[in-house]
């Protein structure tokens, strides 16, 4: 089982709504990632949080809000999204940032859909 | 330039048979770090073996292995005596320590393995 988890699991919203994905892990990990995931694509890095700050955000329009209230918790706050935004969106930490050998584990994910 | 290739969209496999799944990569960095991860139609990312530019012998965990070339720049996994629930989108994904982007993965397009009885 993964040691990373995302809630929901499944969220449907209308394009004016303001919803939050959630993420927990309780590794001790000091990393935490976003990734978006469109079908039969490969993930795409969104931001990355080290030690709860923001380190990168990979040019994602600000209608996609990190946040990372500790280390243990990151959350995605969604307003205004378009129905190109759907997708799976992958959470993941590691122990900390960079380096080669750090594996990036990721959650069950959260699949999005926008109408 | 992709920094990962992987040439095979799908893949196709009998229960109990041993399959390769190719990976090449690309990188002018000394030291780095391949992996390999599953990803069933669920859609949870699943870490399955990691394998250290530096390392002298192929990792293994379990039923999976990676074939690892330095010279040839390839990192192939091996699934021993496939399964059912093997099939899965396989992808492969390299680290980098000095490029700041690639701090995160760098994904391959991915692989899709179906497994038959």
């Known amino acids: 089982d993964t040691e990373v988890t995302q809630t929901p699991k499944h969220l449907v919203m209308g394009m004016t709504n303001k919803k939050s994905l959630k993420c927990e892990q309780h590794?001790?990990?000091?990393?935490m990632y976003w990734y978006k995931q469109k079908a039969k694509k490969p993930p795409e890095l969104m931001f990355v949080y080290s030690y709860e700050k923001l380190s990168i955000n990979e040019s994602v329009p600000s209608r996609f809000s990190p946040e990372c209230p500790n280390s243990s918790l990151l959350n995605l706050h969604l307003h205004a999204l378009q129905p190109e935004d759907s997708a799976l969106y992958l959470c993941?930490?590691?122990?900390?940032?960079?380096?080669?050998?750090?594996?990036?584990?990721f959650g069950e994910g959260s699949w999005l859909t926008v109408v | 330039a992709q920094k990962i290739t992987q040439t095979q969209p799908g893949m196709f496999v009998q229960e109990k048979e041993a399959v390769t799944l190719d990976c090449t990569y690309d990188t002018s960095d000394p030291s780095y770090g391949l992996f390999w991860y599953k990803q069933p139609s669920s859609g949870e990312m699943i870490f399955l073996i990691y394998q250290g530019s530096y390392d002298q012998q192929n990792a293994t965990e379990g039923r999976y292995s990676l074939n690892f070339q330095k010279a040839r720049k390839s990192a192939n996994l091996v699934i021993s005596a496939s399964q059912l629930g093997d099939s899965a989108m396989y992808f492969c994904?390299?680290?980098?320590?000095?490029?700041?982007?690639?701090?995160?993965?760098?994904f391959g397009k991915g692989t899709t393995l179906s497994v038959s009885s």
């Open positions: 590794m001790g990990h000091r990393a």
């Open positions: 994904a390299m680290r980098e320590p000095s490029n700041q982007a690639g701090t995160a993965l760098i």
């Open positions: 993941a930490s590691s122990y900390r940032y960079g380096g080669s050998g750090n594996t990036i584990y």
